[in-house]
Structure formats: structure tokens, C-alpha cells
Nanobody, 127 residues
Framework: QVQLVESGGGLVQPGRSLRLSCAVS????????IGWFRQAPGKEREGLSC????????KYADSVKGRFTVSRDNAKNTVYLQMNSLKPDDTAGYYC????????????????????WGQGTQVTVTS
């Protein structure tokens, strides 16, 4: 059984930072990437970022590029999403997922390429 568990969400003021964690357990292909997604009420699901197994390649959506950073610690089986300069528009449920698609080039982080999903963690940015 594969499990992905997000943590680190919460209520923060604009301009603050949060670091989300995605703990991965179970058997998944070694080549699977980890992606980060978010979905706010009334808005479409948005692919934010992805990282390859080795951490050698990453992608970011334009909406978070320069503010968010994805990284991983394979010794801990954990992927992180560092979120800086948070805005009210960042308010959403945040999800990590594992899948065998591509995390290279300038293409989108596509949810259909991901097979396993976490339960999500809520991020609320408000004054």
C-alpha cells in the first residue's frame, strides 16, 4: 500500500512562509516523480511543482515561480514545498502526488500523470 501524507499547512498572514512536507511510504516505482497541486473553492486544480526521484529536475507553475521551492530528502522519504511571500490567493488545499510522467522542460504539472495522492493539507493566507 502506498501512502502520501501532507503536513505543515495552517493559517498565516500575507508575506509569511510555510513549509509543507509530503511523507511517502509503500512501494512505488523508483522513477516516479512527486508533484504538488492545489485547489481552492470555485477554482480549477492547479499543478504547482514537481521533482524527480533524484531531485535533478524540477518545474514550477508561473503563479508560484520565484516564491515556492520544491526539494526532497530521500533518506527521510520526504518531499518539501517551501512557500515564501504567501498571498491570499494562495489559500487552497494542497496535495502531493506520485506519478510516472515527466518533470522536465516547460510543460505543465499535469494531474493525470499522477497515480497516488495524499489527503491534502489546508493553507489559509489572511490578515
Amino acid at each position: 500500500q502506498v501512502q502520501l501524507v501532507e503536513s505543515g499547512g495552517g493559517l498565516v498572514q500575507p508575506g509569511r512562509s510555510l513549509r509543507l512536507s509530503c511523507a511517502v511510504s509503500g512501494i512505488i516505482p523508483v522513477y516516479y516523480n512527486i508533484g504538488w497541486f492545489r485547489q481552492a473553492p470555485g477554482k480549477e486544480r492547479e499543478g504547482l511543482s514537481c521533482i524527480t526521484n533524484s531531485g535533478s529536475s524540477t518545474k514550477y507553475a508561473d503563479s508560484v515561480k520565484g516564491r515556492f521551492t520544491v526539494s526532497r530528502d530521500n533518506a527521510k522519504n520526504t518531499v518539501y514545498l517551501q512557500m515564501n511571500s504567501l498571498k491570499p490567493d494562495d489559500t487552497a488545499g494542497y496535495y502531493c502526488a506520485a506519478g510516472g510522467g515527466f518533470c522536465t522542460g516547460n510543460g505543465r504539472v499535469w494531474d493525470m500523470e499522477y497515480d497516488y495522492w495524499g489527503q491534502g493539507t489546508q493553507v489559509t493566507v489572511t490578515s
